[in-house]
């Protein structure tokens, strides 16, 4: 089996803010990351001549039961190309440009961050059968308090889970709960819905699908169509929708994000790309929270609000539409300062150190390159 390395391409820009501390590899789209998702295919086990060497993944690419197979038709000396993307290639230290191979089925490819709340029906759904095999799920026989609302089948558990008095309904989607996570007393959960290892919904937590809670989350509140990536809390009352939380965010009490317009018209977003607010195509879109934001209490975020990693949001009032890194916003006063590096750092060990983990030195370089080109901008 070759080494499968995930890089990525120019387009991962539309993936801003989740690509920017741990890259495009590490942003989970479904119950996975990119970058186990990968691990998990097969048939490259099966390289035809490929024993050694790197293989190349474009890290946006989600891979299908037809992916495998194309791939292992690659030669050194190849690249497989779907259009104007390249989606993979043999590392090689030959200066000539590999030949194209066009793919024989369409893949896909995740084109930008709101693809990670509005496809993730479909990317749970496929997901289901790999969690089975991985986590060895079995349909939920707990006591009699936690009432199941469709096919028992479709609400699958880890054996080590705890699920106390809830409500499940698997009518429009499966429910599964995965190894050491815990379903307070009084949820109410609705499918599709995965909940990662580790992960807490809190009491009365009111959990809407299509949403992914990552490892060690906390949740609470109303959540609807919303996208975890992993060690973030939302633990108190508030509402969030069609949103995409990064890793080690922290959502104080009472925060509501906004995720359809009065006039029911479409979102409008600030583009990384173009530096600018441009439209989305959607009615609903909530909010984009890059890793190690934190807001409190009582925030309000407006539809469509990207808020990039690194940024502090406090006191009553609604935060502008883009908070660039390291932002550290009064939202009753609306001033804005960029954020001390070294507090900004601190306080992250602080937070990781209570899960048994620190920042390490790629996401210390990273961090710090964020902070110089903010305060450079300034």
Not at 31 to 48: G, N
Not at 51 to 57: E, N, T
Not at 77 to 83: H, P
Not at 201 to 206: C, D, E, I, L, Q
Request: a neutral charge.
């Amino acid at each position: 089996m070759p080494t499968i390395q995930l890089f990525e391409d120019g387009a991962c820009i539309q993936l801003h803010p989740f690509h920017l501390i741990d890259g495009a590899e590490a942003i989970r789209f479904g119950a996975y990351t990119q970058l186990e998702r990968w691990r998990f295919l097969p048939s490259l086990l099966k390289q035809k001549g490929a024993s050694k060497g790197v293989l190349k993944i474009n890290a946006r690419w989600v891979p299908s039961d037809s992916s495998g197979a194309m791939i292992a038709r690659l030669n050194p000396g190849e690249k497989l190309v779907q259009g104007n993307d390249t989606l993979a290639f043999f590392e090689s230290d030959q200066n000539a440009e590999p030949k194209s191979v066009e793919t024989t089925a369409p893949q896909q490819l995740i084109r930008n961050a709101n693809a990670l709340f509005g496809r993730l029906e479909e990317q749970l759904l496929k997901d289901v059968a790999l969690l089975m095999e991985e986590w060895s799920l079995a349909p939920f026989t707990g006591p009699p308090s936690t009432a199941v609302f469709g096919p028992a089948s479709s609400f699958l558990v880890h054996s080590s889970a705890i699920i106390k008095a809830a409500t499940v309904d698997v009518e429009s989607g499966p429910v599964v709960i995965g190894p050491g996570a815990v379903v307070e007393a009084g949820a109410h959960l609705k499918g599709p819905l995965v909940i990662c290892a580790d992960a807490t919904v809190r009491m009365a937590g009111r959990i809407s699908g299509p949403t992914v809670i990552g490892p060690h989350c906390k949740v609470g509140g109303e959540i609807s169509n919303v996208n975890f990536q992993g060690w973030a809390n939302k633990a108190h009352d508030g509402f969030l929708g069609n949103s995409v939380i990064g890793r080690w965010c922290n959502l104080g009490a009472g925060t509501e994000s906004s995720n359809l317009k009065n006039t029911y018209g479409e979102v409008r977003q600030w583009n990384a790309e173009s530096q600018g607010l441009e439209g989305t195509g959607l009615q609903f879109c909530g909010l984009l929270m890059g890793d190690h934001s934190k807001c409190g209490i009582g925030t309000t975020f407006n539809t469509g609000t990207v808020i990039d990693p690194a940024s502090v949001i406090f006191d009553a009032g609604f935060p502008p539409k883009h908070l660039p890194p390291f932002s550290w916003y009064n939202a009753r006063l609306g001033t804005m300062e960029v954020q001390d590096l070294g507090r900004m750092l601190a306080t992250a060990e602080k937070v990781m150190a209570r899960r048994g983990l620190s920042l390490s030195p790629v996401q210390r370089d990273r961090l710090s390159q964020l902070h110089a080109a903010r305060s450079t901008a300034d």
